[in-house]
């Protein structure tokens, strides 16, 4: 019996797009994607609760979502096939200006075609590349400026050169100062555009391309030497501490439904600890990268990896020791092809447990007894690849009842051509001889649909002020204050009154201090998106300037950045979910956390990044009764049978303090 | 021979304590340390460059601090031995109102001498403990209100019970409703003093004790059950990739010197990255503890846990394969007793390797070629017991020369008795029936007296702003400000700007880019201390008022809170440090760090509290010509040798998705 929740199957898949086929007997459809339509919430909360007793309900129809174009021009459809009724239930035309995400069928056949295109292979020839260099492309989201063009489905493609015999080489040490733009529709060329050099939008006469002194390359065997690593490996015995049984993950408490699809990649349902109900869905819903570069084209650059490509369809399949060590799981996710062909992309998500140090410990000095746990944790990773990026995405639960999401941005910088002598720019880097990188964001929204001890769930944000001094004649004395927010919107964080912002269950207290239920949000505090406002930059990322936003719980109301964020002009996300008047108390609610990376690049990122990396912990607060990690077994040699090493000790004088065997 | 920045060997410090006891025939002197003192920074630069080319210049004589009092009294004296001449160089008696630290031998007489005073065993007596509970203490130091009791050295104790047969019982689930008070020179009880149980300052009767329905243990032994953890371990089968040689670590192109004191614990000197220098001295320099209740004599609750106790002094002596996994190496630190006799405080610091995800990654989409490489970092970890608290501080290191300070809190609440009934308590949590534990704040300060290239430092801070609309017509690029710090004194972060602090080397600009070379401080934007500036708190807390203080160098300055903090009145720390019209550029300069932590408990963190942790990065920006990285040898599993772990998973429908062997 498959669950409600479960991914749609290969079967699934080939079957929902055989019924969409068949509907336009007349019409050649691209398929965009298939992927499961949640059933509602209002009828998975009870199948839920039945489930858990042991008397399942009867399942709901199986859904899918099928967006597609009739094949060659840009009429877009979403439409939702039932399965298990075998009908095409809704057809809906997609509103103009609203474009579907980019996937790779597309992206090798406008790489195919670019590279082809007489006027290309033209412009390429001016720059008299060496006889065994050649050009190369990345094909980019086109973005929307406001302008009548971007109302046309693109591809802006960057363009760079390598040399011919390392298909591997880094073609972004090396890149062209013009860029073809080609209509996704028809795959015709719209126009090459010529790219600003300098510092302002001058286009400058094209000079014969000259290959840097290096070729900057972050393949292993391009480098002078390898530094030599002792190997370090994570052995468990008696195997992994987790259980997966019909997609609910069982681990150190924790209880919950784990899924996958092409554009949040991740997504888990149902999430509980030792019995107690703690969230109905986790997953990334949007991510917004505006670059600052104020000339055209970059100030288009606004890429939003999740809604214009999608999380499972971008996703790495892993392998075995290299993403992560000890007892390692990897599910696999079904896509769909253009053609609505089915196939199982591999690996694309590993589960592991991993040891993240000391969990709590103390030591009484008047007897020496030390009581240590060790911190172990449960990672479920992703790692996408969106053209030259990275991002490694990943929820971390932990045995004290933390959630953890972590982002690791890495992968490799997006450049552009700067002129020859040019070192200072205010909106980059220079990071390669005659390469910049220009500054960017990147603002990753976390829906987070909470379901502390239930669904009737209120946001509170706690903050510390200094107590009256009539109260307080020393004046050291300080409080708690805690307001509710009440009207659904954004609001930030003031790190001035450690504000800190809680969901709480104002209907159930804790039975020792009655405070009511609560877990709280641990968020950096970071810059919001610095374009301005009534820019398209902003409009476009209706998320990005708040640090958390509240609204009221909705089916379907998933994506910040709205469904279709391809050259959106924004409007249909976040802000629209957002009616007047929405109060948010004692309901259900949604909360939209947003954790923000301000990358002012540096050469040191170049030519391959190291991982910057952001968390956001939710951490119960008053929701249990002591805490809850005191039944970790102690960290103890026998159970962890480390090493002492000795062996990397010398000398004289170190020895009187050097423990000895 | 003896490394000038070796900690003092057992020899040494028995030598340096029978110089001092020679030089006072007449009197019995009361030793509260014995350390090395730091050769001048004048002479010890010279000397470890010499000491890099294998020409080391003549060692400086070693000297001793050896802070000391008459027995009895309260006369207290700094004074340097000089071991090379056994002459005692300098003695200065140390200002009124500055009292040395406390050790463990005085806490034990202390608590010894309270649990055995007549006064204490009457008052005791008419709470009418059950006879099979006993009541037990806490001493903790007494702070300063300004008043002049606080001017002589005491000790505040507080006091607990427990049941008699179990000496590790949690006592802090039990606290009385009195503190009797004692003179540390003297031993002489000052007084009882009685503890406010309700929301004011208003005294109660004393009620009849009675043991609240649970003892609330974090005793593994107490606990229902332990849930089931299978073993997850760590094996290095060639060893550890580190070296330690003469005191001088080697790990992945880092160097330097490692140390210990018995105040600082870790302190590294002269730390490089593939031989290019980044530090002179990086240690911890301080802590303030500082206690939100403005209630007597909760309003002296200032622990400066360096200062107080200090970091040596109080450091776990670890166990092998308890805090932390795989091949460890300990060191072990000399430290003296209050006569004078040195002795070895086995395993205060860690040394070993951890894995820490991946490092870099990046897939070519059109070759499908994945390289990555995982994130190894060397740790240095020192845990402290203070009482009732615990903190774990960590130096890590990583392959891309990031230098990340951690520190863990966790540990036992320090917690006070309230009335039964009151749940509400505006400036603390109930944590267990009739037990509140108030809110306090942790602030951390890191002190990084930097080497960017050499001595000659300043420090700026990057601001990201949007560019003026005219030349950004379509009001999306912003650029990044920089400004020169100028003047010593405090700065402090700020988010909707980005602002972010880095120290440059003016004199040595970027290859490639002509940026100066520079490392940037990635630190969390955290509330200052909340304690009103003219308060008590905040005069002693000299550096918790901002969160960034620059000053000059200049020998000795080592202590943000001052030399002698306990009871201190303040204003002998680091604003002390701060002459007028300091200036900071292009000059050998010092910043201290402040780390912050506003503790509102949650019940979670009792019986013992899951670690908080805070983090500070430093990491190079365009100090390197390309990722730093780049030669850290691939992840493979060849190398790695993880599990497929495929028994964990079951069920139907998600075998569509799930790996086969």
Redesign the interface.
Known sequence: ???PL??L???EINYATSIVKKAHPDKEVLIKACSLEEPPKAFMVPYLEAEKKGRPLLPPPRRAYVPFYYKGTSEFFDCIVNLTSGQLETRTAVASGFHAHLD?DE?REIEALCMKHPDVVARISTIGLPDDWEA?CDPWIFGN??SELAKTRLFQIFMYARPKSQ??ANHYAHPLAFSPIFETATKKLVTIQELPTGL?DTLKATKPFVPSFVT?S???ED?????????????????????????RMEW??WSFFVS?NYREGPVLYDISFKGRSIAYRMALSDMAV??????QPY?RK?AFDLGDAGAGNTA?NL????????????????LVDANGTAH?S??VLC???E?N???????????N????V???ELVLQT?I?V?NY?Y?LMFRF?????ITYEV?A???LSTQPIDEGI??C??G?????QVLAA?HQHIFCLRFDPAIDGHQNSVVY?E????P?D??????????VTTLAEKAGGYD?N????R?FKVINPNVL?P????PVAYKIHL?????L???P????SIRAEFADHHIYVTKYRDGELFAGGKHTNQSPGGAGLKSFIRPNDRIVNDDIVLWIQMGL?H?P??????????EDLKCVL????????????????????????????????????S????KL
């Not at 009534?534 to 930059?537: G, K, P």
Request: with cysteine.
């Open positions: 019996m498959v669950h479960a991914p199957s290969i079967e790779v992206l190369t400026d406001g298909p591997d302002d900057n972050y393949l292993p480098q002078p030497s390898l530094r030599p690593l002792k190997p370090l490996r994570v052995i468990q015995p008696e195997g992994a501490s987790y259980t997966i049984k019909d997609g150190q408490g996958l505006p670059y600052g570069d104020p000339r100030l606004e790495n392998e075995l020791g290299c993403d992560c060590l000890g007892n390692i799981t990897y599910l696999d996710l079904p199982l591999k690996n589960i592991h447990e040891d140090g000391i969990g709590w410990k103390h030591t009484n000095y008047r007897t007894r030390a009581c240590v060790r911190n172990r790692i690849t053209a990275e490694i932990n045995q004290a009842a933390d690791r890495t992968g490799i070192t200072q205010p909106f880097t220079v990071v390669h001889p500054i706690q510390t002020e200094l107590l001094f109260e307080n004649p020393y004046r050291t004395g300080y409080k708690t964080l790190w001035e009154r450690n800190t804790n020792v201090n009655k405070q950096p505090v970071t810059q919001h610095v374009a301005d009534t820019s398209s930059q301000q002012v540096r050469i040191e990122d170049f030519p391959v990044m190291p991982i951490r119960p607060v008053n929701f249990f009764d002591k805490n809850p990690a005191l039944d970790v077994p102690p960290s103890s040699q026998s159970f962890n049978k480390s090493t002492l090493e000795t062996g990397a000790v010398s000398g004289t004088e170190m009187s303090c050097c423990q």
